[in-house]
Every structure is written in structure tokens, then in C-alpha cells.
């Protein structure tokens, strides 16, 4: 299952970084009831993303409707970007009841989303806002892995 947030905010090197974030994984869960990795892939605004091009376009309008246009099956490597350089670090659900013990894989380099992807997506009302405040690090060590 994937999550878009509308705003992620995420600090880096001292700086917050405010973009549009996908998150896959965090509602899986394994055998043993243990939940799965998260990866996030930030996202900014600039080309359309051919991969959720009929997705976006046909998204449902109110909560409870489900949309499954012909061509609108996703795939999920096209929503990583080239570069699979990522931050590493271990964090919890970004929604209730923010079950802490997760592995969160952040991508280092965004992909991209029109303009008009992003604000169809900011214009649901029944999922807007729904990011939640930058939380402290806790201790928490944040990791890079290298990319190709």
C-alpha cells in the first residue's frame, strides 16, 4: 500500500526540506506481525510523471470511492528515482497510532510530479492535510547508503 503526504518535512543537515513524500510499506505487516520497511521518495514539482499520469488523473473525489481506471496499474520502480542513494534510520508510523520500531528508507534524490499531479492531489478533502509535525530525533542515528 502506498501513502502520498502533502507535505513531508523532514530535517537535513540542520535544514528542513518541505516536499511531497510517498510512502509504501508502512501498513504491511510480515508473519509474525511485525511491520515492514517504509520507503519514502520525496518529491518535486516539475515534469508530469508518466507512471501516475491516468492514476492522478482519475483519482476518486470523496472519501470511500474507489477508482481503478483502465491503464492506471502502477509500478512501483517507476516511482524511485535513478540514483537509489537513500537515508537510513529507524522511525515510526506517520499516522496513529504512530507505532514506533519501523526502518525507514528515505531516498536522497526526488522524483518528479507536475504541478497539476501535485495539486490534484492537494485538492482531496478528505486527505488534506495529513502530514504530521517534524518530530525530534530521539537519539536515533541517521544513515546514507550510496546509490547507483
Not at 8 to 20: F, H, K, Q, T
Not at 86 to 111: D, F, H, R
Not at 113 to 135: K, M, T
Amino acid at each position: 500500500m502506498s501513502r502520498f503526504r502533502t507535505v513531508s518535512v523532514r530535517a537535513l543537515r540542520g535544514a528542513l526540506v518541505s516536499s511531497v513524500c510517498l510512502a509504501s510499506g508502512a501498513f504491511a505487516q510480515d508473519l509474525r506481525g511485525t511491520p515492514a520497511p517504509v520507503v519514502g521518495v520525496l518529491i518535486k514539482e516539475g515534469l508530469v510523471h508518466p507512471g501516475l499520469f491516468t492514476a492522478f488523473r482519475n483519482l476518486p473525489k470523496h472519501a470511500g470511492e474507489h477508482s481503478q481506471p483502465p491503464g492506471a496499474l502502477i509500478n512501483a520502480s517507476s516511482l524511485l528515482p535513478f540514483n537509489k542513494a537513500l537515508y537510513k534510520y529507524a522511525g515510526s508510523l506517520t499516522t496513529p497510532p504512530c507505532t514506533e520500531g519501523l526502518q525507514w528508507y528515505v531516498m536522497k534524490n526526488p522524483i518528479e510530479l507536475s504541478d497539476s499531479q501535485i495539486a490534484a492531489f492537494q485538492r482531496l478533502p478528505y486527505l488534506n492535510p495529513n502530514n504530521r509535525p517534524l518530530q525530534p530525533l530521539n537519539g536515533r542515528t541517521v544513515s546514507t547508503q550510496r546509490g547507483h
